[in-house]
């Protein structure tokens, strides 16, 4: 399991942003396929995307002039989170990949959770509402529009894109300034502290991860839990990288589907299904 997600995410990536022509000149893909959004948070700036991040279509669309509800970005937002769910976080998104890996680097004494985890793990909502929705806020309020979580926050943004086009176009580096330094030093914080911290930025501040999340009950993909087979021994516990217990693994919004908890089951009672039959084990929780 372990090596077929790697697989998944690797390739993922690397169809996602396979657009080398960019990295080499410095200059973003503007083809007719950008005009499509990719699942996981991919930034529209990195050189190498050929699509666009849902986020950021989600805030472009919102700080156009004039008042227009972005239905194509919600129902692309909605039909993946209710096939998907958090699986999208696990198996598709770019940023989670690179958390991954850092996470694998043997250093630290590795944790789970942060300190105060109950309370941190809405900070993603926060961030949805606040930076995200904050477009909308300021369209009512007649103020100047801005992508906050783009502009402010977005490592992937950081990483993927303004890394490689600062790397490879003289004329931008020209241009860093206080925020570019502000972005980079959030950056770095939050990759330094995924190589402790299992992917802290998806458990605490990735807004599409929150959107995701709220359909983690009732999308298609779920892991179903037999709970007639469980000998409770904890194995799905102890793997699960978030710390879910077995009654939250796939219904918690934290779920981000990995498999760890199906692959550690030695009585094979915890597998991937549809919904309705995940579903069917919630009521007889």
């Known amino acids: 399991m372990k090596k077929l997600r790697l697989g998944v995410q690797l390739l993922f990536t690397i169809i996602t942003n396979g657009y080398m022509y960019g990295f080499l000149n410095g200059k973003i893909y503007q083809g007719s396929l950008k005009y499509v959004c990719m699942p996981g948070l991919n930034c529209y700036s990195c050189p190498g995307a050929i699509a666009s991040c849902p986020i950021g279509a989600l805030q472009a669309l919102l700080n156009q ?28 998104c770019p940023f989670g990949l690179v958390q991954d890996l ?35 806020a300021f369209l009512f309020g007649g103020f100047a529009k801005v992508p906050a979580f783009c502009k402010y926050i977005c490592p992937s943004g950081t990483l993927f894109g303004a890394l490689p086009l600062l790397t490879a176009n003289e004329s931008l580096r020209s241009q860093i300034g206080g925020l570019f330094f502000w972005k980079a030093s959030l950056m770095l914080f939050i990759l330094f502290l995924s190589v402790k911290c299992y992917r802290p930025f998806c458990q605490y501040l990735c807004p599409l991860g929150a959107i995701y999340g709220l359909f983690n009950r009732f999308s298609l993909v779920q892991i179903h839990w037999e709970k007639d087979k469980c000998v409770s021994c904890g194995a799905c516990e102890r793997a699960c990288p978030v710390a879910l217990s077995k009654m939250e693994i796939s219904h918690s919004a934290e779920c981000i589907r990995c498999g760890r908890c199906v692959e550690a089951c030695p009585e094979k009672c915890l597998h991937f299904s549809s919904a309705s039959a995940a579903l069917k084990s919630a009521k007889d929780i």
Do not use: D, E, T
């Not at 227009?68 to 096939?83: I, K, M």
């Not at 769910?85 to 598709?92: A, E, H, I, Q, S």
């Not at 300190?115 to 909502?125: A, I, W």
């Open 65 to 92: 002039r004039g008042f227009q509800l972005p239905f194509g970005v919600l129902g692309f937002l909605f039909l993946f989170g209710s096939l998907l769910g958090r699986f999208v976080c696990g198996w598709l």
């Open 102 to 136: 850092l996470h694998k680097i043997p250093v630290f004494k590795k944790r789970k959770r942060l300190p105060f985890h109950h309370v941190l793990k809405y900070g993603k909502y926060v961030v949805l509402i606040l930076f995200v929705g904050i477009g909308s």
